[in-house]
């Protein structure tokens, strides 16, 4: 089921909030999780259950503090028969929460996947003075589309995303490639979407061509911008002395961990007693080398950390943002994951029924590693 949505008034975000008002009203849905604006004018995250308080909701929001992915990993680590959530997220945000799903954190029977076009998004520190007092700014972000590649005031994630359209949904609603004065494409991709597309009034056809142009446009141009920042960052940091310097900056606070919708692991190894050493150790470990820099391991703490998140890594650059001494995360996890998938011919979020790289065994895979 698929086809365009009259938009009433010129507003496209109304027009997604009645959708939001009916499926909430019918008890299609218990509850949606979008986002928000808070009291303050914040971007934020909220999940409605009262279809009265809707007005609040803002679906086309072009902000993004947090990967909602981390959001749904709490809310949705066990099912429950009794609600049934609908997930108005973006493409990034979809592609972890696929990631979630395949490594069991999680549980998929409570939720739908409704996904909405993403141009790319502003750091959510600092949007209230961008945005001002224009009730109207998140519409101009749909409608105002010529300048979306080139907008670098988007965040760096978003700088360097190929997939402005989720690739794994129940429900997907489009702006891009289209006149959201007027109309918003929508395509039900199973039976969960075509459920609340029930008694929608829609224009059936197929995907418009100016769509699919507008979308194959942006991400072709993302992909060049990418394959250029890459280039320059390994001028920056290849070879073991320019790698240690790029991460000279890290405080060890590990932001870029604890915000990453994808790195699920309930302990981490770097907040274990490993690393606790009382005075003495410290002092025998510093007359070994003579100094050691403190606090220690931050190097150590990257590599492993990109070692173990480089298959399921989303690229959504959600840990740059969180960086205090703004190390180049985003790019640098770009290069890292996507040669990474690229290996095993893998792209994260792509699809359910994908298996995850590292548990799959292909015995004829890297021949040239090791003996043949």
Excluded at 31 to 49: E, K, N, Q, R
Excluded at 96 to 119: F, H, N, Y
Excluded at 327 to 339: D, H, P, R, Y
Aim: aromatic residues 6%; charged residues 30%.
């Amino acid at each position: 089921m698929k086809g365009t949505l009259k938009v009433e008034g010129k507003n496209p975000e109304a027009t997604i909030r009645g959708l939001f008002t009916k499926w909430l009203k019918e008890s299609r849905l218990s509850a949606i999780l979008t986002p928000a604006y808070s009291d303050a004018g914040t971007a934020t995250v909220a999940l409605f259950s009262n279809p009265e308080k809707l007005d609040e909701a803002a679906p086309l929001l072009p902000a993004m503090g947090v990967n909602s992915a981390s959001i749904v990993a709490e809310i949705a680590r066990e099912s429950s028969p009794n609600a049934k959530v609908g997930l108005f997220l973006r493409p990034c945000e979809l592609r972890a929460v696929v990631e979630l799903m395949k490594l069991k954190q999680v549980l998929p029977d409570s939720l739908v996947l409704i996904g909405v076009d993403c141009p790319g998004t502003y750091k959510s520190a600092g949007f209230r003075t961008i945005r001002g007092k224009d009730a109207d700014f998140d519409n101009k972000h749909a409608r105002e589309q010529s300048g979306y590649a080139g907008n670098v005031n988007f965040r760096m994630g978003c700088q360097m995303c190929e997939f402005p359209k989720p690739l794994v949904f129940d429900l997907n609603v489009g702006f891009i490639g289209m006149d959201p004065d007027k109309e918003l494409w929508v395509e039900a991709a199973t039976d969960k979407g075509k459920a609340l597309l029930e008694g929608v009034e829609l224009a059936e056809q197929d995907e418009p061509e100016k769509r699919k142009k507008a979308l194959e446009g942006l991400s072709a141009s993302r992909k060049a911008k990418t394959a250029k920042r890459i280039e320059d960052l390994d001028k920056l940091m290849l070879g073991p002395e320019k790698l240690v310097e790029y991460f000279a900056d890290c405080l060890n606070c590990h932001n870029c961990m604890k915000v990453c919708p994808v790195c699920y692991c309930r302990e981490c190894f770097f907040d274990s007693d490993t690393f606790q050493r009382d005075i003495g150790e410290h002092v025998r470990v510093s007359l070994r080398k003579g100094a050691t820099r403190m606090p220690s391991e931050t190097l150590l703490f990257h590599l492993t950390r990109m070692n173990h998140m480089m298959a399921s890594c989303v690229q959504c650059g959600i840990c740059e943002d969180s960086c205090p001494v703004t190390i180049g995360l985003a790019t640098l996890f770009k290069k890292v994951s996507q040669n990474a998938q690229k290996e095993f011919d893998y792209v994260s979020g792509r699809n359910l029924d994908e298996p995850l790289p590292l548990t799959t065994f292909r015995e004829a895979e890297f021949p040239k590693v090791g003996e043949e």
